[in-house]
């Protein structure tokens, strides 16, 4: 961390806000792995199963991982960047803090972990979880300002706000043309449905 | 090919890295630290807007042997978002409902034509954009009025469970529809 940054985590925590935390990683990758990562992230995009597997935890909104092959370059009074390494930027939107969190990635998801960061040089392959939370903590570009729409929810309220939406729906329609006691048995299963997400 | 990576479902994850003027960092800084937050943030005003960040990018992390050193010679404003629909629309709000809060800090930045040249600045975000690898969405086909709405639902029917306790059949039907008639 850079002195500013240094003062900027003291003085405001740029990436956090309400119950949501923005995470921020740039961290080299082997220029031998480059060509691989990108065509893995590729066929992530249309397998479906690798979505679910991503977001398996339940607690992230948003992730995204972009591979920055160049510094881009608007000409002077910049210095175009020539940089030794191509660089994975990781951005994570989830519930935090990230360090409840890193125990799950490091001994359910190892392997993810390692084909992803595994091939940047001296990566702290997990499992343990200590050096990998070390190593995050170190990578982790800190300061500036975060925003979220919905910053007091978490990935769980968030989902189970969509389905008592979609049962609403259909208890508003069932509530149109039933009789009170009739009714009130579809109000009470509606009531048993979402017990888990009320 | 790389447009269609920053999409999954509705959300378009959008990620700009800006050269900053040298001797800009520290106003920088302060300019984007200063930003009112939550729902006073000027970004706020973006209504199909999920998340966004806005952080300086001034050094790369030495991961230690066998890497070998690197350094950026310029510094960077990285900013970040993911919203609902395409870029072109989303670009147009920043230029409509941000307005001159967005000039404050992308005019600390190489080549930032400002937002009264329309077309310039779309390209010269276009031109700094990095594309996305992959982009993972939690509700991916939910927009931000969507979610908020949901919430909010969910909010209204647990305080009509509470309400209705006791109550007879015909008498919470009648709140019922009252409270939620209107859902559909």
Not at chain 1, 49 to 62: E, G, S, V, W
Request: charged residues 20%; hydrophobic residues 40%.
């Amino acid at each position: 961390m850079t002195e500013g940054q240094e003062t900027a985590a003291a003085r405001s925590p740029g990436n956090t806000l309400g119950r949501l935390f923005c995470l921020t990683l740039l961290t080299p990758i082997r220029p031998q792995w480059v060509a691989v990562l990108n065509a893995a992230m590729w066929l992530g995009k249309f397998v479906p199963f690798a979505q679910k597997h991503i977001l398996q935890f339940n607690f992230i909104h948003f992730v995204r991982w972009s591979i920055v092959k160049e510094m881009p370059y608007n000409g002077p009074p910049q210095t175009r960047d020539r940089l030794k390494y191509q660089y994975l930027l990781f951005e994570s939107n989830f519930d935090g803090p990230w360090q409840h969190y890193i125990d799950a990635f490091a001994y359910c998801i190892p392997a993810d972990i390692r084909f992803v960061w595994g091939r940047g040089p001296a990566f702290p392959g997990p499992p343990p979880a200590e050096p990998l939370k070390r190593w995050i903590a170190m990578n982790s570009m800190e300061g500036g300002t975060y925003y979220c729409a919905y910053p007091h929810a978490s990935t769980r309220m968030v989902k189970s706000a969509l389905i008592t939406r979609d049962r609403l729906k259909r208890l508003v329609a069932e509530s149109r043309t039933a009789g009170p006691d009739e009714f009130m048995a579809h109000y009470e299963q509606f009531l048993t449905d979402l017990q888990a997400h009320l | 090919m790389g447009e269609s990576r920053n999409i999954t479902g509705g959300a378009y994850a959008l990620t700009v890295f800006t050269a900053i003027i040298p001797g800009h960092e520290e106003e920088l800084r302060e300019t984007i630290e200063a930003l009112p937050r939550a729902t006073e943030s000027p970004l706020a005003r973006l209504t199909q807007l999920h998340t966004s960040r806005l952080q300086i990018i001034d050094h790369l992390v030495y991961q230690g042997p066998p890497a070998l050193r690197d350094a950026l010679q310029s510094n960077y404003l990285l900013f970040t978002a993911a919203f609902d629909g395409a870029l072109e629309p989303f670009l147009d709000a920043i230029i409509d409902d941000v307005g001159p809060a967005a000039d404050r800090w992308w005019r600390h930045c190489v080549g930032y034509p400002s937002l009264a040249d329309r077309a310039a600045f779309k390209g010269w975000i276009r031109r700094n954009q990095v594309h996305t690898s992959l982009f993972a969405v939690a509700s991916p086909n939910e927009s931000v009025a969507n979610v908020l709405e949901s919430l909010a639902l969910r909010e209204k029917v647990l305080e009509f469970a509470v309400s209705a306790q006791g109550l007879p059949a015909g008498e919470v039907q009648e709140r019922f529809r009252r409270t939620f008639g209107e859902v559909g």
